[in-house]
């Protein structure tokens, strides 16, 4: 009853998400990660404690890179004063709600950093290369960085959140000024945490590696893979009955021209990468494409280009194709099955030089279906506590009255 | 019926019938009506963009994506052909140790993308200017003083004589019932 008394005088209806009839989803969501959990113990004890963390580290990867997109989308959307985005806002802002679960998974990782980053077990001293980069590459430093970024990420979107359902009640429009003082230092802060984080995690698999692209190149797949995100879940939403006259084909206009941009805008930065890295030929840089472009992964990195690139900016092309809401549900759902691709190129090589090892297909599925599937219940929880949409933002109308 | 400035005697071939309207919404509901009246060669001029409006006048889709695209794929395999030919087959070097196949093919990847883009800008601003028959030196329109206030603070229809369904007293009468203003006969 307290959400009538809340409605803004004109204006759409006020909608929760309910969660009654969604018992055997919940129950699904439980079943999935308690059986990955068990096959990551299983194999944790029974084969390979070092596989199983690459497997973690790999789930947790890409997982992580889409809660920070998602982030990236709610600082975009304020920095620019965006209108389209308002309906679909308080969406991105319960997927950054993730901050507050997902360093859980990043513990493992942590406990057994040194069974992952070979680096951690050298001794000072005995590798030149590694001894003058020891200012970034030591233990206590490398742990305060991912304290902190989880830190900062949690609170930059706890903020945000907190503020835009703060406003669903009184309509104050102070909330907003509040979020666009926040936004710009946030900005700066995220490109850092998501620089240093892709890097200690992700490029510290081989220290000797130099890239100076790595960060950006790691950002780009996570908006790429945060908007796939957002348009699932705002179809399957709609599907459900929910947004009904809220969000329609124009918004979805947009956000498939948002993935096509980021589609051109991974390329542009993975084609940097490995252009200026193949043209100059120096051993130092060419390490990471090397182990990528032979034996069993040239595949796999091959396949990553046209997958990743060609075919998605073929299918986001065609403009009727993106208010299409069934077809760019297919689109997002692809999307995310190639950034799983794109993080296992990166992250598993470093285990397994020859390629593919089929043994470890079980626990890397098990590592993204645990995190995923955690990470979606208390999505699911907390899209229940507060409207679907921004009641009383000052650019609702603008948002509903959208036009291409 | 007021007559657009033009010399007496001369026989002249009517251009059209435009009319005056008060505000955009005004515009954007005439637009919506002689979109359902069944006009085919007419026009509406404001001094700005006005949402919606494309739907509002039943415009369809704009064919300058698909010129854009066409210009770009040409743009594409000329970047492929000018760079890959002579490099593979004419004049083969290698160059920094680089292969002498196709995998060569990121050392001719910013030439390839940059003609793409080239490529697909003229085909979209030359296909703009080209559908919208620019450039001209004036426009028949300019006849009637008063259609100059449209670049300052007026909304005009105007529905051009070639139209099927055009018929000057008709025309004229269709326009004062959606409630146009200065409805005026304009020359060439």
Redesign the interface.
């Known amino acids: 009853m307290s959400a009538v008394a809340h409605a803004p005088a004109k204006g759409p209806k006020v909608e929760y998400f309910q969660t009654n009839n969604l018992g055997p989803v919940f129950f699904g969501l439980m079943i999935a990660a308690g059986i990955s959990l068990a096959i990551l113990a299983g194999g944790a004890f029974l084969l390979d404690k070092k596989q199983v963390l690459f497997s973690l580290l790999y789930g947790f990867s890409f997982c992580f890179t889409i809660c920070a997109g998602s982030l990236f989308w709610i600082l975009v959307h304020h920095a620019t004063d965006a209108e389209w985005s308002v309906v679909v806002r308080r969406i991105l802002e319960t997927m950054a709600t993730s901050f507050r679960y997902i360093w859980v998974f990043f513990l493992p990782i942590a406990i057994g950093a040194s069974t992952i980053y070979l680096w951690m077990d050298i001794a000072p001293g005995k590798d030149t290369i590694l001894d003058g980069k020891r200012g970034m590459l030591n233990v206590p430093f490398w742990m305060t960085r991912a304290a902190l970024i989880f830190f900062i990420f949690w609170g930059i979107s706890h903020l945000l959140r907190t503020w835009s359902t703060a406003q669903d009640k009184d309509g104050d429009p102070k909330y907003t000024v509040f979020t666009r003082r926040l936004v710009f230092p946030s900005i700066v802060l995220f490109a850092l945490g998501i620089t240093f984080g892709a890097i200690d995690w992700l490029k510290g698999l081989d220290h000797y590696w130099f890239s100076t692209m790595w960060g950006v190149y790691i950002f780009a797949g996570s908006a790429w893979a945060a908007m796939a995100t957002l348009i699932i879940t705002t179809v399957t939403l709609k599907k459900a009955g929910y947004l009904e006259g809220i969000v329609n084909e124009e918004h979805f206009h947009i956000m498939g021209k948002l993935q096509l941009a980021f589609t051109v805008f991974w390329a542009y930065i993975g084609?940097g990468q490995?252009?200026l890295i193949?043209?100059a030929?120096i051993p130092e840089e060419t390490s990471y494409f090397i182990r990528r472009n032979t034996e069993g992964w040239n595949v796999l990195s091959t396949m990553l280009v046209v997958c990743h690139f060609f075919i998605p900016f073929l299918l986001l092309?065609w403009?009727p194709a993106k208010r299409n809401l069934n077809y760019m549900r297919g689109v997002a759902i692809y999307v995310l099955c190639v950034h799983a691709l794109d993080h296992y190129i990166i992250v598993l090589p470093a285990l397994h030089w020859a390629g593919v090892e089929f043994r470890s297909l079980f626990t890397d599925l098990a590592a993204v279906v645990l995190i995923a599937s955690t990470l979606i219940f208390f999505f699911l929880k907390n899209l229940t506590k507060f409207p679907l949409y921004p009641l009383r933002d000052p650019r609702l109308k603008q948002s509903l009255n959208l036009?291409n | 019926m007021q007559k657009s400035a033009a010399t007496e005697g001369e026989p002249q071939r009517v251009f059209g019938i435009a009319a005056e309207f008060d505000s955009p919404a005004a515009l954007y509901h005439a637009a919506e009506k002689c979109r359902d009246y069944g006009f085919k060669k007419w026009d509406v001029h404001s001094p700005f963009p006005i949402?919606?409006m494309d739907a509002a006048m039943g415009l369809g889709?704009s064919k300058v994506?698909l010129i854009a695209?066409c210009t770009a794929l040409c743009g594409t395999t000329t970047g492929v052909i000018l760079q890959g030919y002579p490099s593979l087959y004419e004049y083969p070097l290698i160059v920094?140790?680089k292969p002498l196949n196709w995998m060569t093919i990121?050392?001719f990847?910013?030439v390839i993308f940059e003609l793409t883009i080239l490529c697909c800008a003229f085909g979209a601003l030359l296909g703009m200017l080209a559908l919208n028959r620019l450039p001209r030196w004036n426009h028949p329109l300019f006849n009637w003083e008063r259609f100059g206030r449209f670049s300052d603070d007026a909304f005009f229809v105007s529905i051009e004589a070639d139209d099927p369904k055009f018929q000057e007293t008709r025309t004229r009468e269709f326009l004062e019932s959606i409630g146009a203003k200065n409805i005026t006969l304009v020359y060439e």
């Open positions: 084609f490995y252009f193949w043209y030929n092309l403009q036009k | 949402h919606g889709r994506s695209l920094h140790g990121p050392a990847f910013p």
